[in-house]
């Protein structure tokens, strides 16, 4: 059973415009989540994390926004380019690091 | 610059081989993870290890072992492949901690006939 679940396998959107990434879980022991990005034929590099002391956590044209409640997180690109298309993993942990992953969602961007 | 180096880019094996995947990294990062990558099922933890000499199973450990003689080293082994296991392996490593992200190898695809 996924613990983390991204429900969009796919989103497409235009270059300058806003993507929302969202991603769900069920384990009320996930206290760290991060977002990676990944290339064909790359492993996934990390981009934004944060920490359930937060809410919203900012670099660049990344935010990440986190509602415990909820147990749902998202990724904004603002403005979204097309050298961002690439398939997004979210991923959450306890207080250790060993991290469950998000089957993915493939972000197109277009020019 | 980080490098988590994966021995295979691709690998073809045969089924009930024993298959060695290896995965090197030069960060002195005490753990280490190994996942595997299938469509619509994202990356699942296989195994980890916090030290040497230590692993722990992660989510699908079965027809799988894992071994870390050298903290920079952690090797995933395929006891008797089966054509299920054919997929796109990832080796990670991070420091200790949370929120210390994960580094990634660039994988190998793995094929079982």
């Known amino acids: 059973d996924q613990q983390v679940k991204q429900n969009s396998p796919s989103l497409s959107v235009q270059e300058g415009r806003i993507s929302i990434l969202n991603c769900d879980y069920t384990n009320s022991m996930f206290d760290y989540f991060l977002w990676y990005k990944k290339y064909p034929a790359e492993g996934p590099t990390f981009l934004i994390s944060?920490?359930?002391?937060?809410d919203k956590n900012e670099d660049g044209r990344f935010t990440v926004f986190l509602n415990k409640s909820a147990k749902h997180l998202s990724l904004h690109i603002v403005p979204s380019q097309p050298g961002d298309s690439a398939v997004y993993f979210c991923a959450a942990s306890p207080f250790n690091n060993d991290m469950r992953f998000g089957a993915g969602t493939r972000l197109t961007v277009k020019p | 610059d980080v490098k988590v180096t994966q021995s295979s880019r691709y690998l073809v094996k045969r089924t009930g081989e024993k298959v060695f995947l290896e995965c090197v990294q030069d960060?002195?990062?005490?753990?280490m993870f190994w996942y595997r990558q299938d469509p619509g099922l994202g990356l699942r933890l296989i195994y980890f290890?916090?030290?040497?000499?230590?692993?722990e199973k992660g989510d699908i450990p079965e027809g799988y072992s894992v071994s870390r003689e050298k903290k920079e080293r952690f090797s995933l082994i395929l006891e008797s492949a089966s054509t299920n296991q054919t997929s796109m392996y990832l080796c990670a490593s991070s420091s200790p901690g949370p929120l210390r992200p994960q580094h990634f190898g660039d994988g190998t695809r793995l094929s079982i006939l």
């Open positions: 944060i920490s359930s002391i937060k």
């Open positions: 290890s916090y030290d040497v000499k230590m692993k």
């Open positions: 960060m002195d990062h005490e753990n």
